[in-house]
């Protein structure tokens, strides 16, 4: 409660024409966004969690696997080319998991570089949506 009260603290303040009803409105309707985002935000932290678990499950098998594909060549040695094909194929297909799981990996992590609104900038945006709105009322006859 006291992030939204910083966030709207530039529109508390009374308008020119001494009207504070545009304030109330902006502020329900910044608290609704921001329990929306919320919401969204522990989906998504949910969703990548859920992810990164299924990872690690299939990646455990996948080493197991690769491993025992590794030994088996190293054990036949050079009798080993009658099966190469096959090996290379499970070699292939091995690798394509890999890349899925990575492309999900990649997904699921939080990203860095995503801008973030401060308190500062959400207030400034609304102060200057506010004003511009009543820029556009007091302009109408």
Not at 107 to 121: F, G, S
């Amino acid at each position: 409660m006291q992030a939204i009260s910083r966030w709207t603290a530039a529109i508390r303040q009374p308008r020119s024409n001494g009207s504070n009803a545009p304030s109330a409105a902006a502020l329900v309707q910044l608290r609704e966004a921001r329990h929306r985002q919320l919401v969204q935000n522990e989906k998504l932290a949910a969703v990548g969690e859920l992810i990164a678990g299924v990872a690690h499950e299939i990646n455990n098998p996948l080493a197991v696997m690769l491993g025992y594909v590794n030994l088996v060549t190293h054990e036949l040695g050079p009798t080993a080319w009658s099966v190469r094909m096959e090996v290379d194929l499970i070699l292939q297909q091995i690798a394509r998991v890999q890349r899925i799981i990575d492309s999900l990996l990649y997904i699921a992590r939080p990203k860095r570089d995503v801008a973030v609104l401060t308190p500062e900038d959400l207030s400034t945006l609304v102060q200057e949506s506010l004003d511009s709105s009543s820029t556009r009322h007091s302009a109408t006859p």
